[in-house]
């Protein structure tokens, strides 16, 4: 079955450069149509995509977000790296990697991991 | 980038209560629209896609319905395991791929 999971610190202080890793099972990235995103939700606000990694590496980004965020990819270890610079309090939110179907909606989610952004 | 506009907010209903839930995209989707379920600490779960398709092991109770820019969530007889927020996502015109706000569905 098909499984995600999310890694990386639970706090980061303001200006630092934030590494998230996902984790999974279940498919392959370098499968055809295969695609993996990350979203975030602020405490008690709405799911806000962020990027997007294809099985070709194309990649795309949240337009507002663009210039600090980098997502990557290792097939090897089928896992999806984001990186997000200059990390401010307003970045505090629950941040998801999840599995991206064809078509364009979140088939299978990772259970999220918290990240507070405090000095 | 199209905007995703929930109503209500919240509500409040009953075990058994028939809940529908609207979502009105700021442009037409084409039926390119999800729902999710989310309850407290927990990620969303996918629960209908292209509007009214039903994801595999989802309870028939869940339907959606609409076309062009408005769409909506229907709960047949609410269950207590359906008190949650809700979430609507488009996917047709992307980047970005966008979300509603969220609806809670509490009890009453």
């Known amino acids: 079955q098909v499984t995600l999971k999310e890694s990386g610190p639970a706090l980061v202080k303001p200006t630092q450069t934030l590494t998230l890793t996902c984790t999974f099972s279940?498919?392959?990235?370098?499968?055809?149509?295969?695609?993996a995103s990350w979203i975030r939700q602020p405490p008690g606000k709405a799911l806000e995509w962020l990027a997007r990694?294809?099985?070709?590496?194309?990649?795309f980004y949240s337009t507002s977000l663009k210039t600090r965020l980098t997502i990557s990819k290792d097939t090897s270890k089928n896992q999806v790296v984001l990186t997000m610079t200059n990390m401010d309090p307003v970045d505090t939110a629950t941040y998801y990697c999840?599995?991206?179907?064809?078509?364009?909606?979140?088939?299978?989610w990772g259970q999220g991991t918290l990240v507070t952004v405090s000095s | 980038d199209i905007q995703m506009t929930q109503s209500p907010s919240s509500l409040s209903a009953s075990v058994g209560d028939r809940v529908t839930i609207t979502c009105r995209a700021s442009q037409g989707i084409s039926n390119s629209l999800a729902w999710y379920q989310q309850k407290p600490g927990k990620a969303p779960k996918l629960l209908l896609y292209?509007?009214?398709r039903l994801e595999s092991g989802v309870p028939s109770r869940f339907s959606g319905s609409g076309s062009g820019t408005d769409y909506t969530l229907t709960i047949s007889s609410l269950q207590p395991e359906d008190f949650a927020t809700y979430y609507c996502q488009q996917y047709y015109s992307t980047p970005p791929w966008t979300f509603g706000q969220g609806t809670k569905v509490e009890i009453k």
């Open positions: 990694i294809d099985w070709d590496d194309d990649k």
């Open positions: 999840a599995r991206m179907t064809i078509s364009g909606y979140f088939d299978y």
């Open positions: 279940g498919f392959s990235l370098s499968t055809s149509g295969m695609r």
């Open positions: 292209a509007a009214s």
